[in-house]
């Protein structure tokens, strides 16, 4: 049976369509997310060419509906962007289509798909996605080959799920009952999602994350706990040296 991500059944795809048109709500102004934005931002910027910022070539893997692949874009960066679910690529059309930013979106599943036009890139960005694509090691393999030499890769990761209870009270021990309190305006709605949809979760430690990614041909440059309570693994990455290692 093919791993590669086909269309969602029905219920699955109302589920995706459904949290694509509240998710910009959940996150704009959400200082946890906006924090982990600034985090992704700043990384980019040190790949960054010399010279006009258009020079610089950014792929946004699984780019949902679009927030993290406007946010590079409106540094001036040429930021083409894909995602294996039509109607998440539709709603970010949508939203996008009048920014006047560098900036396209194409249904394509880097794993098995070509990619469109924009490449080789300067950096890739692919947010919270090993965690439910049917084949990590491939998606990984794909970014490799779409990188320029000695381009840079940027993944973030879950490490744990998103459990309320746990995470409400972490973010509590850390931040206080303010801050544990705002948080649930991500971990409820997030929590309702995870538990109807139909992909099986891969949850990576960091010796699992950086083990993949070593495997896929990826010096990995720096890697830390992010967003909320630490929930997510952020790793900063460069290709290697030497020919792309093949498809999972």
Known sequence: MSDRVTAPPPIERLIAVGYG?????????????????????????????????SGTHVLDVSCGIGTVAERLARRGWSVVAVDPIEHLVAVARRHHRD???????????????????GGPFDVIVS?????????????????????????????????????????????????????????????????LFELFRNARPRYLSREQFADALRTAGFEVLEMRATFLAGISLLAWTRATEGEAPPGA
């Open 99 to 117: 920014s006047g930013l560098s900036l396209s979106f194409h249904h394509a599943d880097v794993a098995g798909d070509p990619l469109p036009p």
């Open 127 to 191: 947010m919270h996605t090993l965690y439910w694509h049917p084949n990590p090691a491939a998606l990984l393999a794909a970014c490799r080959r779409a990188l320029r030499p000695g381009g840079h890769a940027l993944f973030l990761t879950y490490e744990r799920p998103a459990r309320v209870r746990r995470t409400f009270a972490e973010v509590r021990a850390r931040c206080g009952w303010f801050e544990a309190v705002r948080a649930l305006r991500w971990l409820l709605p997030t929590a």
């Open 21 to 53: 048109l509240t998710y910009d709500a959940i996150v704009r102004g959400f200082g946890p997310y906006e924090a982990m934005l600034d985090e992704m931002v700043a990384l980019v910027g040190r790949a960054a060419r010399p010279g006009p910022p």
